[in-house]
C-alpha cells in the first residue's frame, strides 16, 4: 500500500480515478455530529457543568448559547446533551426544534408538539389549543423522581419576527410552567440557539428575568488553527488518500479565515471542489479547481444565505443596498436605514429597536459593519456598511433594478436639466 502512494506513474493515476476522489461524502455535510468539536472543549465544559446541577434538583431555566455562524454552537449542544441525555436515562429529556423555517409562534408550538411525537395541529386550534396538546404529552412522562426535561431551540432569534403572535409571552409561559406541570415533578427549561445573546431579544421585565435565571455561554469564531485542525480531518474522512492537495487545504482555510471564519462555509468549500475536480475527470483536487469552485461557491452561497434569511434580516440588507445603489449613501446611518425600511413596507414597519437588533444579526453573520462617528454637539451618528457587494444583493431582491435605476437616473438628469433652465430664465 505504501508503494502505491509514492508511485507517479499512470497505472497509479488510473487507479486513483477508478477508485474515485470520495471515499466517504457524507463527511463533508453541514450538520454531521459527532465528528467534532475542535477548539470547544471549554464551552462544551460549561455546558456540562450548567446540565450537572440536576445532581442537586435543579435546572436553570433559560441557557443562551449565542455566537457567530458556523463557530460550532449547535453541534456542541447537541452532542453535549444527547451524550448527558444517555447518562441520565429517565431523569433527564433533551428536545432540539430548529426555528430555521418557522415564521410564526404557532408554527414554533407545532413543531414542539411533533418534537414529542403529537400530529401537527390545524390553524383553527391556535397557539393554546397546540400547547394543551404539547403539556398533555409531557405530562405523561412517568418516573419515581425529579425529571427534567430541556426544550432546545435552535435559530431562536427567528421566532421575535412574529410579534404578532407574542413570543416574549409565550417563552415566558414555557419558563413558568410550574401551573401545568404542578405535582409531575416535572422541570422544563429552555436552551436557546442564537448569533445574538437571546438577552437582547427577549424582552423581559430585569426582575423577571433575575427570577427565573439565566445562563449564556458564548462561542467566539474559530481560530485559523482551529479551523485548520477541523477541516484536515474532514479531508481524511471524505477523500481517498493522495487526492488532494494540501495546497487546496490551506487555500479553503485562509479564505474562510479571512472571509467568515463560518467552519461549515470552509466544510462546504472543499466539497464543491472535490465535485468540480470530479466533474472534470481529474484524478486531484489543485488549486485550480479551488479557483473554479471558489466563484460557483460564493454565488450559490448567496443564494442559499438570503434565502434563508428571515423577513426582516432581508428587508434590512435589501434597504441599505437600494441606498448604496439608489441614494449614493456607502455608509448610511442606522436612522436612515429606519426611515428607508419604514417607508418601504408601511404599516408592517416594526419598531426601532427590532430593526436595531436586526443590524445586529446582519453584523454577526458578517453580511455589514457598523461604527460609531462623533458629530460633536449633535451627538453620535452610527454608520452601516456593505461587507459583500450591492448588486449581488439586489440581484436576489430585486432582478429587475438596474432597469430601474436607468429609469430613475434618466428622470432625475431631466430634473436637472430643467433646473439649469430656470436659473437661466431667471
Known amino acids: 500500500m505504501c508503494v502505491l502512494c509514492v508511485s507517479s506513474g499512470k497505472y497509479f493515476q488510473n487507479v486513483i480515478f477508478r477508485m474515485g476522489l470520495f471515499k466517504d461524502k457524507g463527511a463533508l455535510e453541514l450538520d454531521r455530529l459527532g465528528v467534532e468539536v475542535a477548539g470547544r472543549s471549554t464551552e462544551a465544559s460549561r455546558l456540562r457543568s450548567i446540565l450537572s446541577s440536576i445532581n442537586h434538583g435543579f435546572l436553570t431555566k433559560v441557557v443562551s448559547v449565542h455566537g457567530p455562524p458556523g463557530s460550532g454552537k449547535t453541534l456542541v449542544a447537541r452532542s453535549v446533551c444527547q451524550k448527558f441525555e444517555k447518562m441520565y436515562s429517565g431523569r433527564f429529556r433533551f428536545i432540539y426544534v430548529n426555528l430555521g423555517e418557522v415564521k410564526t409562534v404557532f408554527g414554533c408550538a407545532n413543531r414542539l408538539l411533533a418534537s414529542l411525537g403529537g400530529e401537527l395541529m390545524a390553524g383553527r386550534f391556535g397557539v393554546d389549543g397546540v400547547m394543551e396538546g404539547f403539556w398533555r404529552i409531557v405530562r405523561e412522562w412517568k418516573g ?31 419558563v413558568r410552567s410550574q401551573d401545568r406541570l404542578e405535582g409531575s415533578e416535572i422541570n422544563l427549561s429552555l436552551l436557546m440557539i442564537s448569533n445574538s445573546p437571546i438577552s437582547e431579544i427577549w424582552e423581559l421585565d430585569g426582575r423577571v428575568r433575575s427570577s427565573m435565571g439565566l445562563e449564556e455561554i458564548f462561542f467566539k469564531p474559530y481560530s485559523r488553527e482551529e479551523l485548520s485542525k477541523i477541516l484536515k480531518k474532514r479531508c481524511v474522512e471524505a477523500f481517498n488518500r493522495g487526492t488532494v492537495d494540501r495546497k487546496v487545504i490551506e487555500a479553503c482555510v485562509d479564505y474562510t479565515a479571512e472571509q467568515s471564519r463560518d467552519v461549515r462555509r470552509m466544510i462546504d468549500l472543499l466539497r464543491v471542489c472535490g465535485e468540480v475536480c470530479e466533474s472534470q475527470g481529474d484524478s486531484k483536487v489543485e488549486l485550480k479547481h479551488f479557483n473554479q469552485a471558489l466563484e460557483r461557491f460564493e454565488m450559490d452561497h448567496h443564494k442559499t444565505l438570503f434565502g434563508a434569511m428571515a423577513n426582516l434580516q432581508l428587508d434590512l440588507i435589501h434597504v441599505i443596498a437600494w ?15 429606519y426611515q428607508a425600511y419604514k417607508k418601504m413596507v408601511g404599516q408592517k414597519a416594526l419598531s426601532y429597536r427590532r430593526i436595531s437588533s436586526g443590524l445586529k444579526e446582519l453584523e454577526v453573520m458578517n453580511l455589514i459593519g457598523t461604527r460609531k462617528i462623533s458629530r460633536g454637539r449633535e451627538g453620535q451618528r452610527n454608520e452601516v456598511w456593505l461587507t459583500i457587494p450591492a448588486e449581488t444583493i439586489l440581484d436576489f431582491t430585486k432582478p429587475e433594478w438596474r432597469e430601474e435605476k436607468k429609469k430613475i437616473e434618466e428622470f432625475r438628469e431631466k430634473v436637472r436639466e430643467l433646473r439649469k433652465l430656470q436659473r437661466k430664465l431667471h
Not at 426535561?149 to 415566558?172: K, Q
Not at 445603489?325 to 436612522?335: G, I, M, R, V, Y
Open 144 to 174: 419515581e423522581d425529579r425529571r427534567f426535561l430541556l426544550v432546545c431551540f435552535d435559530e431562536a432569534d427567528r421566532l421575535f419576527i412574529d410579534e404578532r403572535g407574542d413570543p416574549s409571552g409565550f417563552l415566558y409561559r414555557l
Open 323 to 337: 441606498l448604496n445603489e439608489f441614494e449614493n449613501e456607502a455608509s448610511p446611518s442606522t436612522d436612515q436605514i
